[in-house]
């Protein structure tokens, strides 16, 4: 028998996976939007960097929490807008996400 624990061990990830790669597909396809992360689930996990051209990263954190929509920044010295879509996220939410980001461009 699988305990719960080993179960959401299990499945968290593929969750994760599953929200983030439509992110990313869709953030690659916005004109004006760089996504720096890698397409490929082998080589990227749960967060997605990413710039819109002509504005600074603190500016599309500004702007997208101003619609209620969470971001940060990354921080190092070359820093980009980042996004990070978790277990609790529903993929309408994703949608939105784009929707507020190709609005900035």
Do not use: W
Not at 82 to 97: F, H, Q, T
Request: hydrophobic residues 40%; proline residues 8%.
């Amino acid at each position: 028998m699988i305990h719960r624990r080993e179960l959401l061990r299990r499945q968290v990830p593929g969750r994760i996976a599953e929200l983030n790669a439509p992110f990313r597909e869709g953030a690659a396809r916005v004109p004006g939007v760089t996504l720096h992360t890698p397409r490929d689930p082998a080589l990227s996990g749960g967060i997605s960097c990413f710039e819109v051209r002509g504005m600074a990263p603190g500016q599309v954190v500004a702007r997208l929490a101003e619609k209620k929509i969470r971001t940060t920044t990354s921080p190092y010295k070359v820093t980009y807008a980042r996004v990070s879509a978790g277990i609790m996220n529903k993929p309408e939410e994703i949608d939105l996400v784009l929707r507020e980001i190709r609005a900035l461009t």
